[in-house]
Every structure is written in C-alpha cells, then in structure tokens.
C-alpha cells in the first residue's frame, strides 16, 4: 500500500537513515544510484548536481545503471555543465565491479562498523554540533544565568529526577510536578 502509515514513515525517514550509513557495494541491487553513499564520500547526486538536475529516473539501482548505462536515465538533451559531469562519472563508473554478494551497510563512522540501531542511535545522538561553552563566561549576560547555563550543559541542576539518581529523594517524589506518575 503506497499510502499507508508505513511506507510514509519509511519514506520520510530514508533520508536519514543514508546519512548515517555507506554501502559497501556488492551486487548493487539494494544500493540507490544517486541518493546512496556507495561511491564516493558524498551521494552521486550532491556531487554530480547539474547531471542528476537531468535526470528522468531517481530510483535506479547501481546494478540496473551498470548493466543498462547512465544514457536512458537522462533527458536527451544535456547541458555543457551535465555533458562534463557525464564524463565525469562515467569515468568513475569504469572501475567498478558487480560482486556476487550483498551489499553491505556500514555505519559512517570512523570504525566503519556494520550497521546497527544502537550505532545508528548515537551517531544521531553525537551529531548534535559541539557547544564551546567556554564562551558562556564572554556573553554579556548577568552571572547567575551564566551559571545556570553552566550546570544545565554539565548535567548537574538539581531537577528531581537528578536527585532521585543521587537517592536524595524518593521515586515517589522524583516526577514532574506537571507529571502524574
């Protein structure tokens, strides 16, 4: 069912489940040719722009593109832009190969591990951008805001569930006071 819940969650969180992730290519048949990180450390799309801006077919595979070529994929007309950028690619196409074996997901991590939902929830967690928050002290703001800043970024404000875990209160009293239990 092409509307379903499902298959919109899926849809809308396929973007970010490739930005975590590269493809070791085996046989290409579940690796996306454009929107798939599997040849280079970008998509083919965000490399090659003003080709995918021609291009007729989005949701090829790289096994059907290696086997039928890029051709029948784009307008008939191309662009000098598209036209250097076909060139391009076909260059970088000529040295790949279609294994007999799956392709394999890997993390886009430094490790380079196989793909996880742990893994893959923090490299979403740590994705976040780093705060200097050094910087907070060079803010002119008054100082008790600074130093509130201060232990809210360092996990150290006296929330109840913050005392519950240094056993300071009860479980009973460590909710929200908006919360009910």
């Not at 930005?19 to 996306?32: F, I, K």
């Not at 007999?100 to 890997?106: A, G, N, T, Y």
Request: glycine residues 4%.
């Amino acid at each position: 069912m092409p509307d379903s819940y499902l298959s919109r969650l899926v849809q809308e969180e396929l973007p970010r489940y490739r930005s975590l992730t590269t493809v070791l290519l085996g046989d290409g048949a579940s690796t996306s040719f454009w929107h798939d990180r599997w040849l280079l450390n970008t998509t083919v799309a965000e490399t090659f722009p003003a080709l995918f801006s021609h291009c007729i077919h989005h949701e090829n595979n790289v096994r059907s593109v290696l086997q039928s070529g890029l051709r029948p994929l784009l307008q008939p007309r191309l662009t000098r832009a598209a036209r250097e950028e076909l060139l391009m690619l076909t260059d970088c196409l000529a040295s790949v190969a279609i294994l007999d074996r799956p392709d394999v997901r890997l993390l886009d991590t430094g490790k380079r591990e196989p793909f996880t939902s742990s893994g893959a929830y923090f490299g979403l967690c740590n994705s976040t951008p780093a705060i200097d928050m050094a910087q907070i002290w060079t803010i002119k703001l008054p100082t008790k805001i600074k130093f509130f800043a201060w232990l809210l970024f360092h996990d150290r404000l006296s929330t109840r569930a913050h005392l519950f875990h240094r056993n300071i209160k009860p479980l009973e009293e460590s909710w929200c006071a908006r919360c009910t239990p």
